[in-house]
Nanobody, 122 residues
Framework: QVQLVESGGGLVQAGGSLRLSCAASGRTFSSYAMGWFRQAPGKEREFVAAISGNAGRIYYADSVKGRFTISRDNAKNTVYLQMNSLKPEDTAVYCC???????????????WGQGTQVTVSS
């Protein structure tokens, strides 16, 4: 069982930056691929970024490539999402997820956090 708790969301102006964190419980954090997903009001959940257990493989959605950076610190059981050059369309609830696979589909992830709200004003 893995419990995930996100933090770092908030209100920011367009062009600004935020850094999200996702703290995981358990002693097997490094064995899980980690992903970030987001869901805006009235829209389906969408993939943002994913990172393998040893950080050797990283994937991004085209919409965030070049602006967002995913990273992890296995010693701290934490995964991060650095978000730069934020746009109003990035406004959403951002959730982290842990799973045995690595990909852009939410079915590959078993454990989910509650999410943190990111609001980007224009």
């Amino acid at each position: 069982q893995v419990q995930l708790v996100e933090s770092g969301g908030g209100l920011v102006q367009a062009g600004g930056s935020l850094r999200l964190s996702c703290a995981a419980s358990g002693r097997t954090f490094s064995s899980y691929a980690m992903g970030w997903f987001r869901q805006a009001p009235g829209k389906e959940r969408e993939f943002v970024a994913a990172i393998s257990g040893n950080a050797g493989r990283i994937y991004y959605a085209d919409s965030v490539k070049g602006r967002f950076t995913i990273s992890r610190d296995n010693a701290k059981n934490t995964v991060y999402l650095q978000m730069n050059s934020l746009k109003p369309e990035d406004t959403a609830v951002y959730c982290c997820a842990a799973g045995g696979g690595l990909g852009s589909s939410d079915v590959e992830y078993t454990y989910w956090g509650q999410g943190t709200q990111v609001t980007v004003s224009s």
